[in-house]
């Protein structure tokens, strides 16, 4: 009997996953990690379908760190493994590795999830959350403790944004991928050009719906570190709705 403690999926990078460097673009990356996330809670018996026929709830992601070590290119074909760690409280741990054809580990990435009650949209404790869960791997893709990112105070607008139809999944908010299409605007094609990111990292703070506006701010003066910052509040109270941090590396290295 296969396990299911860890699940693998082939993906092909298709001509709609990449930038203008035919390279895979990352919001289309997060979007592999939600696809096989999904699959595997499904597999496991906690999938969208049985969270809202049970328990009315939903998964939301909350922290998210990616480490590039290759971008995969236009028609390249990968291999993504995903796996569930032992659950917090509240919160549910979850990993990722993307291989080559080779098999060689090209991307590392941890992620944090909680179950947020669709109605009243408080979280759930993971106790109150009855599943059979495979055997627990302990195993870390990234030896690292997700942490709560803060911004310097050194921020400048880079733009406005109202979330629209396209942006939102079926939780009805903003998708946790289109963050990442939102934090790569803040940046020119010539700034793309000129770096690529090594490591990005995740606060999804708030939730924000469509029609609402984001105000995306950025901090570029830690560049010569190798780091620039991003977060986004909304327009009406200044909430926070995420805050991120991405290391780049000159184009080429």
Known sequence: ?????????????????????????????????????????DKIGYGFDALMQKYGASWMLVRIRVDIIRNPEWNENILIETWPLEPGKIEFDRDFLVRDSRGNVIIRAVSTW????????????????????????????????????????????????????????????????????FIMDCFSLEEHRKYSVKTIEINYVNEILPGETLILYKDISALDSDSVYVEGVKETDGKPVFRSRVVVTASGK
């Open 1 to 41: 009997m296969e396990s299911l403690s860890v699940y693998k999926k082939n993906y092909r990078v298709e001509l709609s996953d990449i930038d203008f460097t035919k390279k895979l673009k990352l919001s289309a990356l997060f979007e592999y990690f939600q696809d096989i996330a999904s699959q595997h809670a």
């Open 114 to 181: 909680i179950v947020v009650d669709m109605k009243t949209r408080e979280v759930k404790r993971s106790s109150l959350i009855d599943i059979e869960r495979p055997p627990v791997i302990t195993e870390r893709a990234i030896d690292c403790k997700l942490e709560r990112l803060k911004g310097s105070g050194r921020l400048e607008i880079a733009y406005k944004k109202t979330v629209g139809y396209s942006d939102v999944d079926l939780n009805g908010h903003l998708n946790n991928s289109k963050y990442v299409d």
